[in-house]
């Protein structure tokens, strides 16, 4: 099993930056992939972005490609999501996951899938 803790949300002005880290307990979180799915209000739960257990590969939404990369450390057991050139629109809670694969991952979230708590993004206008 798989416990995610998200942080580093926080209120950001459009044009602005923010990453996100979500750290991950126990000793296998480096056979785990990683990604972050966001949640606006009253819309559903949308992928954002994905990573291989090795971090080899990386997947992104086509609305937040070129301003958001993920990276993962597993040495510190952390999955990272820096965001640039942040927009109102990117407004919304972001939940860390963890699945077997990346390709699951961008598929949807499985019914095995590990979740974080959310962390809240706000982007002014």
């Known amino acids: 099993q798989v416990q995610l803790v998200e942080s580093g949300g926080g209120l950001v002005q459009a044009g602005g930056s923010l990453r996100l880290s979500c750290a991950a307990s126990?000793?296998?979180?480096?056979?785990?992939?990683m990604g972050w799915f966001r949640q606006a209000p009253g819309q559903e739960r949308e992928f954002v972005a994905a990573?291989?257990?090795?971090?080899?590969?990386?997947y992104c939404a086509d609305s937040v490609k070129g301003r958001f990369t993920i990276s993962r450390d597993n040495t510190e057991n952390t999955v990272y999501l820096q965001m640039n050139s942040l927009k109102p629109e990117d407004t919304a809670v972001y939940y860390c996951?963890?699945?077997?694969?990346?390709?699951?991952?961008?598929?949807?979230?499985?019914?095995?899938?590990?979740w974080g708590q959310g962390t809240q993004v706000t982007v002014s206008s």
């Open positions: 996951a963890a699945d077997l694969t990346a390709e699951r991952i961008v598929a949807g979230p499985s019914q095995g899938v590990y």
């Open positions: 126990g000793r296998t979180f480096r056979y785990y992939a």
């Open positions: 990573i291989s257990r090795a971090g080899v590969n990386t």
